[in-house]
């Protein structure tokens, strides 16, 4: 099984290497990577092949985040997460991972030699516990970006650094949110302007400009400026409803 999560992980690293989306590779521990982004944070991915608890997973993302690391969950998917379509109780681990990656859980797997990384959505039913569990589509990489998170959970209360790829090019999970969120003509040109690019920039264009922008306002470097983290949330939701916007049309 190790072997299997190293070549993942390797692919992993060729894929966010090739798509420009990190300045360097701290460490390549096979299951554990430490990478640097290009907004200079500092990221660690946990690639999961076993069981695990959810007082673990806490301890992973305390330990990270008291030494300024964001972290990132995925877990092999055929063997930890449920199938495409099935009905479950919502288990205490992946309630805590649904709440740190806003009702997803990041998976990896294999087939034919072919390195799958894909989220996993637990659409809730009701009040009753239970979820439909649906598998996205193939994760946009170089999407890869740093964020805070504040969870309620009883066994799992904070505020934590985590990452994850923003811009899932899932239909499912688009249309939910576009139910959500449907903003207007009008107000997705002012989202261009935030990022001071061109409507009809180029997706390289629009991330080019999204990472230079978060690393000249990103919190970490303006902890002077008290409006430093409304200003990042709205650079963040800016690039995601452009990302959304683009992979609809």
Known sequence: MRFYTYN????????????????????DGGDIIHLELLTGESLMVHLIESPIPLYEIRNIIEANNQRGDHTLFMLWGSLLLPSNGRIVEVEDWQAGLLEIYDGKIYAYDIHHQEVFLYP???????????????????????????????????????????????????????????????????????????????PDASMT???????????????????????????????NHAYNVILRTRTVD
């Open 8 to 27: 993942v992980g390797a692919q992993l690293v060729r894929e966010l290497d090739i798509a420009g989306a990190v300045k360097r590779i701290v460490h």
């Open 120 to 198: 996993v959505y637990f659409q809730r039913i009701g009040t009753t516990g239970r979820a439909k569990v649906h598998h996205g589509e193939r994760i946009d990489v170089g999407a890869i970006s740093s964020h805070y998170v504040e969870t309620d959970l009883p066994n799992l209360k904070g505020h934590w650094r985590i990452a994850a790829f923003d811009g899932d090019p899932d239909f499912y999970h688009r249309q939910q949110a576009r139910q959500l969120e449907q903003p207007l003509e009008q107000e997705v040109t002012e989202y261009y302007l935030l990022l001071r690019v061109d």
């Open 205 to 235: 264009e629009i991330k080019r400009a999204y990472r230079q922008l978060a690393r000249q306002y990103h919190p970490d470097v303006n902890a002077d400026d008290p409006d430093a983290t409304r200003r990042m949330q709205n650079l």
